[in-house]
T-cell receptor
Framework: SQQGEEDPQALSIQEGENATMNCSYK?????LQWYRQNSGRGLVHLIL?????REKHSGRLRVTLDTSKKSSSLLITASRAADTASYFC??????????FGTGTRLQVFP | ETGVTQTPRHLVMGMTNKKSLKCEQH?????MYWYKQSAKKPLELMFV???????ENNSVPSRFSPECPNSSHLFLHLHTLQPEDSALYLC???????????????FGPGTRLTVT
């Protein structure tokens, strides 16, 4: 399977703490994207990092990409209860398809 | 209205029923997608349309039949479904499909389908 694998499957933290989620994939990619999904809702695109980029920031989000290790991490700093959601990485190979992982469920307690 | 909308939001149907899911995007995108999301499984791509032409059919059973009358609308026609087809069905759109460009996808809120 080419899909990304997120780690951990579930993460519980207190408000104000940082949350780190990891994604590993198997073959060379064009880009890697992170999405967020609130319970039972659609996915919302968070950030896209190209294969020639190593780090990208968007607000409280920081994404890194290590193509030699075929892995990416999503860091959410100063987490809030509203960050509670599932987070998915999706990889874009040499096709027009995005391949999604199984996700990390993040719970932020107030 | 903005973004990607889906109707209905919830649907309960028997195995002998015929129903349709509707998706509409207001983003001027050329590509639209159907995904199936089951509990504890990765998001499964079902169909991809680019400029109203189907470019991907991911080995989906024939009881699911997509229709894309124009680049803003996408339907998923359902007939004689099985209980294991119960899932969240998500529609998405992107500016285009391309192996070179880097396009993010915009998702609708989904239709929660229960087959009884």
């Amino acid at each position: 399977s080419q899909q990304g694998e997120e780690d951990p499957q579930a993460l519980s933290i207190q408000e104000g703490e940082n949350a780190t989620m990891n994604c590993s994939y198997k073959t060379s990619i064009n880009n890697l994207q992170w999405y967020r999904q609130n319970s039972g809702r659609g996915l919302v695109h968070l950030i896209l990092i190209r294969s020639n980029e190593r780090e990208k920031h968007s607000g409280r989000l920081r994404v890194t990409l290590d193509t030699s290790k075929k892995s990416s991490s999503l860091l959410i700093t100063a987490s809030r209860a509203a960050d509670t959601a599932s987070y998915f990485c999706a990889t874009h190979y040499n096709t027009d398809k995005l391949i999604f992982g199984t996700g990390t469920r993040l719970q932020v307690f107030p | 209205e903005t973004g990607v909308t889906q109707t209905p939001r919830h649907l309960v149907m028997g195995m002998t029923n015929k129903k349709s899911l509707k998706c509409e995007q207001h983003l001027g995108h050329n590509a639209m997608y159907w995904y199936k999301q089951s509990a504890k499984k990765p998001l499964e791509l079902m169909f991809v349309y680019s400029l109203e032409e189907r470019v991907e059919n991911n080995s989906v059973p024939s009881r699911f039949s997509p229709e894309c009358p124009n680049s803003s609308h996408l339907f998923l026609h359902l007939h004689t479904l099985q209980p294991e087809d119960s899932a969240l069905y998500l529609c998405a759109s992107s500016q285009d499909t391309s192996t070179e460009a880097n396009y993010e996808q915009y998702f609708g809120p989904g239709t929660r389908l229960t087959v009884t």
